[in-house]
């Protein structure tokens, strides 16, 4: 199956600063998918990201608030701008992959 | 709205035991079905997945079984083991090369040695 490395794993941000996600696949995909976590619930849908277009948003989600970049096949980022403490949660990166579908292993984000 | 439910929140079974984590969703144009398990501070991680076109599948201790009439499927986990214990979601999603995935909340399963 497809390996997906995601880095931070975790971060502790001030409120009002940002921080940007990564995620490296190890095989060329055609879409990435980002999810959330928030504590205690089910992971929500952000927004699918195909290589050489804008990102699809999921109701709720903006694109000010969550810039998504798709430089090539294997990479994408997620960027969480402006923070407040709402928006801590586990933020995860996906990818298709035979029968189902692969995750990163997640970044645990704690905004103060 | 919660279109993917798993009404248990956690389950607890003796090791050796079956383990059947249950699932309803609400969206008929749903046809793709997968459970993940997952670890504290992990991904999660892909156990099983069924298409609408069949009502069971197997792969090793894990089986799904789906009816569609109800909206209901379930997994199976036989004999159950201790390292089985973690959070398991079930997903949903329409047909048609790689969809976005629609998660339940969660049952937590814990195996008792």
């Known amino acids: 199956s497809a390996v997906i490395s995601q880095k931070p794993s975790r971060d502790i941000c001030q409120r009002g600063t940002s921080l940007t996600i990564q995620c490296q696949v190890d095989?060329?995909?055609?879409?990435m998918f980002w999810y959330r976590q928030q504590p205690g619930q089910s992971l929500t849908l952000i927004a699918t990201?195909?290589?050489?277009?804008?990102?699809t948003y999921e109701s709720g989600f903006v694109i000010d608030k969550f810039p998504i970049s798709r430089p090539n096949l294997t990479f994408s980022t997620l960027t969480v701008s402006n923070m407040s403490p709402e928006d801590s949660s586990i933020y995860l990166c996906?990818?298709?992959w035979g029968n189902g579908y692969t995750f990163g292993s997640g970044t645990r984000l704690t905004v103060v | 709205d919660q279109q993917v439910k798993q009404n248990s929140p956690s389950l607890s079974v003796q090791e050796g035991r079956i383990s059947i984590l249950n699932c309803d969703y609400t969206?008929?144009?749903?046809?793709?079905f997968l459970w993940y398990k997952k670890y504290p501070a992990e991904g999660p991680t892909f156990l099983i997945s069924?298409?609408?076109?069949?009502d069971k599948n197997e792969d090793g201790r894990f089986t799904v079984f789906l009816n569609k009439s109800a909206k209901h499927l379930s997994l199976h986990i036989v004999p159950s083991q201790p390292g089985d214990s973690a959070v398991y979601f079930c997903?949903?999603?329409?047909?048609?090369?790689?969809?976005?995935?629609?998660f339940g909340t969660g049952t937590k399963l814990q195996v008792i040695p």
């Open positions: 996906s990818v298709g």
């Open positions: 969206n008929s144009m749903f046809d793709y």
């Open positions: 069924i298409s609408s076109i069949k």
């Open positions: 997903a949903a999603s329409a047909s048609g090369g790689y969809q976005k995935v629609t």
């Open positions: 095989s060329q995909v055609t879409m």
């Open positions: 990201a195909n290589q050489g277009s804008e990102a």
